[in-house]
């Protein structure tokens, strides 16, 4: 059984930085492609990250480039998402998923994904 699992969240002043992590259980990460998600209260859920199974490759798009990196440690076998420069409107709940496409690329559609973890909350105050 896939299981996904964030922390790392928590309140911060604008400007500060987090590093989130999500510890995956029940399969090897370095075989497949993981995203980060976010969901704000009231909006839909928005892809904020993805790291390609190789752990070579990532897609961020245009709202939080240059700001946000994933990153992998295959052996700890966890991912994590460091955001720096925060904002009040990065305030939401994070996720991390994967899907079962074994060697597959970044996907950015929320569809594209079958295991979730329960989220982080991150809380920016200006």
């Known amino acids: 059984q896939v299981r996904l699992v964030e922390s790392g969240g928590g309140l911060v002043q604008a400007g500060g930085s987090l590093q989130l992590s999500c510890a995956v259980s029940?399969?090897?990460?370095?075989?497949?492609?993981v995203g980060w998600f976010r969901q704000a209260p009231g909006k839909e859920r928005e892809f904020v990250g993805g790291l390609s199974w190789t752990g070579r490759t990532t897609y961020y798009p245009d709202s939080v480039k240059g700001r946000f990196t994933v990153s992998r440690d295959n052996a700890e076998n966890t991912v994590y998402l460091q955001i720096n420069s925060l904002k009040p409107e990065d305030t939401a709940m994070y996720y991390c998923a994967t899907n079962d496409r074994r060697h597959g690329t970044i996907l950015t559609g929320i569809f594209e994904y079958n295991h979730w973890g329960q989220g982080t909350q991150v809380t920016v105050s200006s």
């Open positions: 029940g399969r090897t990460l370095s075989y497949y492609a």
